[in-house]
């Protein structure tokens, strides 16, 4: 399967989804009004890893920003992911990025952790 990759602009964040690699990136600010129409293809390639993902999956997060619309789609995601990583299909974890002293994305990323079973590695000062 191919690398889905998208650009960051003033509104996305950058995203790469390479399914040979195992591994899922995002990074910049979430704050488009529309996310359905930025998310929804990511959420398909998402669909499709998870039906022949590799034996680890590694994701990292590195947000500055999101707004609510844009954590929605972030749970759906991180959520079909971490249903792989309880059908032991793939070890899946995730690293939580967050500026130094961005108490915000701390907490996001501490909430994310509290919903999810795969393991959640907070990484402050990136």
Request: aromatic content about 10%; charged content about 25%; glycine content about 6%.
């Amino acid at each position: 399967m191919d690398r889905f990759e998208r650009p960051a602009t003033e509104k996305t964040p950058y995203v790469v989804l390479d399914h040979e690699q195992g591994s899922l990136e995002l990074r910049g600010c979430s704050i488009h009004e529309n996310a359905d129409r930025f998310f929804l293809p990511l959420v398909e390639q998402v669909e499709a890893y998870v039906k022949a993902p590799q034996p680890r999956t590694s994701i990292r997060f590195s947000l500055t920003y999101f707004n609510s619309s844009s954590a929605k789609f972030l749970l759906d995601t991180l959520r079909m992911l971490d249903d792989l990583h309880a059908s032991g299909a793939s070890q899946v974890s995730l690293e939580w990025h967050y500026e130094e002293g961005d108490l915000d994305m701390l907490e996001a990323g501490e909430d994310f952790m509290g919903l999810l079973d795969l393991p959640v590695k907070l990484v402050e000062g990136t």
